[in-house]
């Protein structure tokens, strides 16, 4: 057990904002498509509807496509440069994305735009895992995590003033220009590895690399990714991501289309409206993390939580907009319970899984569940357009976000269970 008192607690305040950031950006320069969707991308460019899906499923394929690459890159050599030059690089993509004149180039940019930012979960997930302990992970990993919900949040707000008070050319631009400059201080900021810190002292430095030795001490090394990929454990993170996916772009999709039920609600509280759930969320999503650290029980605050959501997403559903206010509530419900378990679920993977394959299995990981996201949305449009009504795909997002508790279950709370349910990752060698 490790000892209370905690080894050079500067690490947070000279850390976490930087990571925070840094994926704050990322994700702004992936989403704000959106806007610039609703303000007449498609009719500027004379994009077609079938065009325009192509497009935006363009950038997960670079996304899912460079997730383990990059991920065995930044293990193997450096996050720092890793990351810095993807900040250059989606910088541009972003920036070049308002001076695009036809298709063919806003399709290159979207595509190359999902392949730098492959990169930037997995190696962030795995530089906390490089200088955090297993008591303070769950918390660091939030504090990334929380990146999305908090960038939804504020990017609904400066992405609708540019576009309204300039265009969707200069909203571009400008949340562009940001991961440019950021880049900056990433460089002269971020060392990648505790030894390399100014900022510690010697003793500091000497006893979290001690701590961190002995947590990984009893999980033996495998041969190559290869093994490591084949294994139940991985397997199952895989699938369990990408089935919780599905059912996140499940709460992802409901919320818009509960919130047009409210008809005699102005826009301006309905904009509000939209925020609730993601202030639940990030509510939600510390204290989960501040207690899967405080117990070290990952699992007690994954797969109930999910649960809890998918009750939650299908009683939503099913009460509709005949109940505004009560679908409303459970949906709040929903959206914090899905997103609450990232922290503790992403701080599993290192204690399960060893750190010489942690950067590839991570980008495995992460690449899944942007593929269930991707798949899901597929399949979504698929049976609406088959059935006629969404009934068929709400089931189907309901039962693959079942599914995700239903493996996590069955997923080892600790490395020393894990041999009680399958064999440890290092007898899986070819």
């Known amino acids: 057990m490790e000892s209370v008192k905690p080894v050079a607690p500067q690490r947070w305040w000279y850390l976490m904002p930087i990571i925070f950031i840094t994926y704050s950006l990322a994700y702004l320069d992936r989403a704000n498509y959106g806007f610039a969707a609703a ?30 690459p990059g991920a065995i890159y930044a293990q193997r050599n450096s996050v720092k440069k890793l990351i810095f030059f993807s900040l250059i690089l989606w910088g541009v993509c972003a920036a070049a994305t308002g001076m695009v004149s036809n298709t063919p180039v806003l399709m290159a940019l979207r595509f190359i735009l999902g392949v730098v930012e492959a990169a930037v979960m997995p190696s962030m997930l795995m530089y906390i895992s490089r200088w955090f302990t297993r008591s303070e992970r769950s918390r660091a990993n939030t504090f990334l995590i929380l990146g999305n919900p908090v960038t939804v949040l504020w990017m609904s707000v400066v992405s609708g003033y540019l576009v309204r008070s300039f265009g969707w050319r200069e909203m571009f631009v400008f949340e562009g220009a940001p991961a440019l400059l950021w880049a900056v201080v990433w460089w002269f900021t971020v060392k990648d590895r505790p030894a390399d810190a100014s900022w510690m002292s ?39 991501h990408a089935l919780w996916s599905i059912g996140v772009y499940g ?80 949906l709040v419900v929903a959206g914090a319970t899905m997103y609450a378990p990232y922290g503790p679920f992403f701080a599993l993977v290192p204690e399960l899984i060893p750190s010489n394959v942690l950067g590839g299995a ?20 698929y049976l609406n357009g088959v059935t006629g009504s969404p009934a068929a795909s709400y089931i189907f997002m309901a039962a693959g976000l079942l599914l995700s508790v239903i493996l996590m279950i069955t997923v080892p709370a600790r490395s020393d269970q894990r041999a009680k349910h399958e064999a440890p990752l290092s007898l899986h060698r070819t």
């Open 39 to 68: 303000a007449g991308i498609d009719r500027d460019l004379g994009i077609t509807h079938g065009t325009s899906s192509l497009i935006g499923s363009l950038f997960f394929l670079g996304y899912c496509l460079f997730q383990v």
């Open 362 to 381: 991570i980008g495995l990981i992460n690449a899944c569940g942007a593929l269930g996201a991707f798949a899901g949305s597929w399949v979504v449009g």
């Open 202 to 240: 010697d003793a500091e430095k000497i006893e979290l690399d001690a701590r961190l030795n002995a947590e990984q001490a009893h999980i033996a090394p495998v041969r190559d990714y290869k093994s490591a990929f084949r294994s139940s454990i991985v397997m199952k993170f895989c699938a369990i």
């Open 251 to 330: 709460f992802i999709m409901w919320l818009p289309s509960i919130l047009k039920a409210a008809s005699t609600i102005d826009i301006v509280s309905v904009g509000w409206l939209a925020a609730v759930p993601y202030l639940a969320a990030i509510i939600l999503m510390l204290l989960a993390s501040w207690l899967s650290d405080k117990t070290r029980n990952r699992k007690l605050f994954v797969w109930p939580l999910l649960l809890v959501g998918t009750i939650a997403f299908v009683a939503s559903y099913l009460i509709g907009g005949s109940h505004f206010w009560i679908s409303f509530a459970l």
